[in-house]
């Protein structure tokens, strides 16, 4: 079993920073692709970052600029800090991880359960 814990969403005004955390565990031999997405009310879920193992990175156009993505790989952690958040923003962001677990075997996409961040104008 692996699971994904993410923390660090909440209420922030507008122009202000959140940092988002996301922690896996379980059997996990390995993480590749690690990064976090976000869904608003009506809307599909949009890509916000990426990182790789190798620590290249990916940013939507609307992260770039204002969102860092960054991993810790001894703690099976990936980050999201952001700053001059605007109302836009406001969304149920999920970080996701492409894991190799045992005994399976096999290598899949986690997800976490979606942490709130809501930004007031």
């Known amino acids: 079993q692996v699971q994904l814990v993410e923390s660090g969403g909440g209420l922030v005004q507008a122009g202000g920073s959140l940092r988002l955390s996301c922690a896996a565990s379980?059997?996990?031999?390995?993480?590749?692709?690690m990064g976090w997405f976000r869904q608003a009310p009506g809307k599909q879920r949009e890509l916000v970052a990426t990182?790789?193992?190798?620590?290249?990175?990916n940013y939507a156009d609307s992260a770039k600029g204002r969102f860092t993505i960054s991993r810790d790989n001894a703690n099976n952690t990936v980050y999201l800090h952001m700053n001059s958040l605007k109302p836009e923003d406001t969304a149920v962001y999920y970080c996701?991880?492409?894991?190799?677990?045992?005994?399976?075997?096999?290598?899949?996409?986690?997800w976490g359960q979606g942490t709130q961040v809501t930004v007031s104008s």
């Open positions: 990182i790789t193992r190798d620590v290249f990175t």
């Open positions: 996701y991880a492409d894991i190799f677990t045992l005994p399976s075997g096999t290598r899949n996409d986690y």
């Open positions: 379980g059997s996990i031999v390995s993480i590749g692709a």
